[in-house]
């Protein structure tokens, strides 16, 4: 029962994703697209705390679509955050996990870089949501 207090806990929180450099953007030998980009990630998450929070994972995605596929997701970076007090942050890196294209789509493409967060709590079921940020372009020739 105590858990349900967190139903009435109205998260706020704010993201926002800067791509500082595109590292490199290469055909693979065996054909698929590769991306290696260097982020500012800053968020503040603390909304997403209450007495019940055990922990939150978050972790950022690429996503995109492709004629194959009406979604593409990429998972480029992720954390742990422990508390409160870690969960505004400012962290500049490069993609932690790979970026590739199951093919040779990323020219040119449009994506979205997505934050999603699982909140884990100590009690209760999970609560999970994301907040999606477009706008984003790779270039049309490989580098």
């Known amino acids: 029962m105590a ?3 967190d139903n009435f ?3 706020s929180p704010s993201s926002q994703i ?8 290469q055909k ?10 260097t982020m500012n ?14 922990q939150v994972f978050v972790f950022l995605a690429a ?13 480029l970076w992720d954390a742990i955050i422990p508390t409160k007090e870690h969960a505004k942050f ?15 789509n990323l020219r040119g493409k449009e994506f979205n870089l997505t934050l999603h967060w699982h909140v884990m ?10 907040l999606v940020m477009s706008g984003f372009r790779l270039p049309e020739e490989y580098r």
Do not use: C
């Open 90 to 104: 400012w962290v500049q890196t490069a993609n932690k996990y790979r970026f590739v294209d199951q093919g040779s």
């Open 3 to 5: 858990s349900l207090s």
């Open 18 to 25: 800067q791509i500082l450099n595109i590292n490199w953007f």
């Open 41 to 54: 990630i800053t968020a503040d998450l603390q909304s997403l705390f209450t007495w019940n929070t055990k």
């Open 63 to 75: 996503e995109y679509e492709t004629l194959k596929n009406s979604l593409n997701q990429v998972s």
């Open 28 to 37: 693979q030998p065996h054909g698929n697209d590769e991306v290696s980009l």
């Open 9 to 11: 806990n109205s998260p």
């Open 121 to 130: 709590p100590k009690t209760g079921k999970m609560f999970v949501d994301k």
